[in-house]
């Protein structure tokens, strides 16, 4: 007998380029860019206005977490903050400190619609949001696969007529940025909006994100209140240009790329750029948690760091939005991520060793190092007809859903809600030629003559070591037998599951959860 597998660590690599007509185009190369409309950095200006991420038809989180709402102020009056609406009216006073002044709402139901209004003693100005709701707020960022929009969809004519039917879901989008420093506000693209099919489908890997669109739109159909997504994303860009300073530091990162690095990669990759212009400004919104669809650039990037980049990253994060939300957004906030889907078939690209090391090589989510999050497997959503290039799927829908049942029952924390596929729990021996692996829930699985491998070896055997396809035979509700070959039982050393960029074709690899809707992740242990 053999017991539980004692499950390896992994490596990483690559990402991206776009065609159209016939050219290479970065995604970040289609979008629009805008001239910033608020200081990017602390400045004190002349006018009483809010900070550029607030504005008429917004979501603030809702109770029992309190919203935070800052913005600049010309001189050093006080400045009184009036919230009226379906709950009443509430005032709130705030000195100005270095041109910034900073509410702390007390906690809103779901609802809305509110006015915000701002008054500075001494002057008969003001300035007033509405149509504000109180909701959820979800931060959706990565690279290219999250800012690819709804108007990409295979089904995109459909999913933009919807549009209008969820005047509740709230969308807003950063624009691209980066800088050397930490910055304390942002640039626009998409204000504040109620959604609609231009702005869902204003053209390729512009606006709106799918992924975080349809996750929204999921969600709020099971919880029927308001959604607020935030999309900060820009394609080609590795981890590092997402992190802090404290991520790559306690990392221990240096440059390290592949070749074909130059070729895949098509946005910024310094470490922190993006941290800084992108998400550090947006520390003081109080958050519900975050999604993320990234790992493509770091499988030719440094991809042996990912399993400790991404979940320091998300740690990072964590922490960040708690302090600069005043202790309201959660110490843990609930994060969710799309396990990388394919690119190539046959090839040795470190697409395996990410979707590992994106679980801090655990192989599901949550986890002991990874509490609190929640993940999409994609590996069986391939699309080599994508007009994008199959690093593209087009079935967000499906990446969207899974991410949607993740969240409820990770950041809902809705009992009997099935959102992780089929993960082993031992495997064992019978007889001299099968392994009998047992997973921890029914399963739904077919013959497979290639998607389990074994390394026969009398060492520990590693990423690039000699292995071997054997054949798979569904067994009982929650096994299955492999065959081993001509290997004897005492040299299978280590035994991986689906360890390939492209395992298998839309919807078919062999092992689902019993209802075949959550196909079961890819694994490697040591036997």
């Not at 185009?25 to 900070?51: H, K, M, W």
């Not at 910034?100 to 809305?112: E, F, K, N, Q, T």
């Not at 990669?265 to 800084?276: D, E, F, R």
């Not at 799927?393 to 924390?413: E, I, N, W």
Request: aromatic share 12%; glycine share 8%; hydrophobic share 40%.
């Amino acid at each position: 007998m053999r017991g539980l597998c004692v499950f390896l660590a992994v490596s990483l690599g690559v990402f991206l380029a776009h065609c159209r007509d016939g050219k290479t185009v970065s995604p970040e190369a289609t979008r629009p860019r805008q001239d910033a409309s608020e200081p990017r950095f602390l400045s004190a200006g002349r006018e009483l206005r809010f900070a550029s991420y607030y504005g008429a038809g917004m979501v603030l989180q809702r109770a029992p977490e309190r919203a935070v709402v800052w913005g600049y102020g010309g001189r050093k009056a006080p400045v009184l903050l009036t919230l009226a609406g379906p709950q009443g009216r509430g005032i709130y006073n705030s000195s100005v400190a270095d041109g910034i002044w900073r509410v702390m709402l007390d906690p809103v139901d779901a609802g809305g619609p509110y006015n915000i209004t701002v008054t500075q003693e001494g002057s008969s100005s003001s300035v007033t949001l509405t149509d504000v709701l109180f909701g959820d707020i979800w931060l959706c960022g990565g690279q290219s696969n999250m800012a690819f929009t709804v108007a990409q969809l295979l089904n995109a004519s459909e999913e933009l007529a919807q549009a209008s039917k969820f005047p509740s879901v709230r969308i807003f989008m950063v624009a691209l940025e980066q800088s050397d420093e930490e910055m304390t506000d942002l640039t626009v693209e998409v204000p504040w909006s109620v959604p609609t099919a231009a702005l869902l489908g204003e053209g390729n890997f512009t606006h709106f994100s799918a992924v975080c669109w349809l996750f929204g739109r999921y969600l709020f159909k099971s919880l029927q209140y308001p959604i607020g997504l935030v999309q900060s994303c820009w394609g080609g860009t590795p981890v590092e240009a997402w992190s802090s300073s404290r991520v790559i530091q306690h990392c221990g990162v240096k440059d390290s790329m592949d070749r074909d690095f130059g070729l895949l990669s098509a946005g910024p990759i310094q470490k922190s750029v993006l941290w800084n212009a992108m998400i550090h400004p947006l520390l003081n919104m109080t958050l519900k948690g975050a999604i993320w669809y990234q790992g493509e650039a770091n499988s030719a990037y440094n991809r042996d760091k990912y399993n400790c980049t991404f979940p320091s990253m998300i740690d990072d994060w964590r922490t960040a939005f708690h302090s600069g939300s005043g202790n309201q957004t959660a110490s843990d906030f609930p994060f969710g991520f799309v396990q990388l889907s394919t690119w190539k078939k046959n090839a040795a690209d470190g697409f395996p060793e990410i979707r590992w090391h994106q679980t801090a090589d655990y192989g599901f989510a949550p986890n002991e190092r990874m509490k609190h999050t929640f993940m999409a497997v994609a590996l069986d959503l391939p699309d080599a007809e994508s007009p994008w290039g199959s690093i593209h799927p087009r079935f967000k829908q499906d990446a969207a859903y899974r991410l949607m049942l993740g969240a409820r029952a990770v950041a809902y924390g809705e009992k009997g809600i099935s959102f992780q596929g089929p993960y082993p729990i031992s495997v064992n021996t019978t007889n001299t030629t099968h392994l009998v692996i047992t997973y921890n829930q029914d399963i739904s699985a077919t013959q497979s003559e290639n998607i389990f491998e074994i390394c026969c070896s009398k060492e520990p055997c590693g990423y690039d070591s000699s292995w071997t396809h054997v054949p798979m035979m569904p067994q009982g509700p929650t096994t299955v037998t492999v065959l081993v070959g001509k290997c004897p039982m005492r040299d299978v050393s280590s035994l991986r599951y689906a360890w390939t960029d492209w395992p298998c074709d839309f919807k078919a690899c062999p092992i689902y959860s019993a209802d075949r809707v959550l196909p079961a992740p890819p694994f490697i242990c040591q036997l």
